[in-house]
């Protein structure tokens, strides 16, 4: 999107639209969460040196959840069930998200984008506590 506002072309972020946009959210929003305090410690001794498996596998599931192409098959909970994740990683990782859709985009798919993460965030932070509360269930 560009906007003239007195003979100068200044040029906004665009939306999620394309596979390109969705390697870009994912590229620069796991690169804050291996550097951040509050998650890097937790995501990077789970995931060791299988970083770029790992973002491969997040591009498809925000692939298939933003542009609707169904690459991404899986469960994304239970990878994380056993993390000892609290509210206050929630709210990093939220917050992270909302930076990295805020310096690098903007439109429906953006804000659908961060809409998406906070219910996603909120039915694994509860979903953990169920299942904490309840060591004999299953995970689902």
Do not use: C
């Amino acid at each position: 999107m560009q906007v003239k506002t007195a003979g100068t072309v200044i040029v906004s972020p665009k939306d999620i639209l394309q596979l390109e946009d969705v390697k870009k959210l994912v590229d620069a929003f796991y690169a804050k969460i291996q550097a951040d305090e509050k998650l890097g410690d937790i995501f990077n001794s789970v995931i060791q040196n299988r970083w770029p498996e790992h973002l491969e596998k997040m591009v498809r599931f925000w692939q298939t959840i933003l542009l609707g192409e169904h690459t991404y098959y899986g469960s994304p909970f239970k990878p994380h069930a056993s993390l000892p994740l609290e509210v206050e990683h929630f709210n990093q990782w939220l917050h992270l998200f909302y930076e990295t859709i805020d310096a690098n985009f903007e439109g429906e798919k953006a804000e659908e984008a961060k809409w998406r993460s906070k219910k996603m965030a909120e039915m694994f932070r509860f979903k953990l506590e169920h299942y904490r509360d309840n060591p004999s269930k299953t995970l689902l």
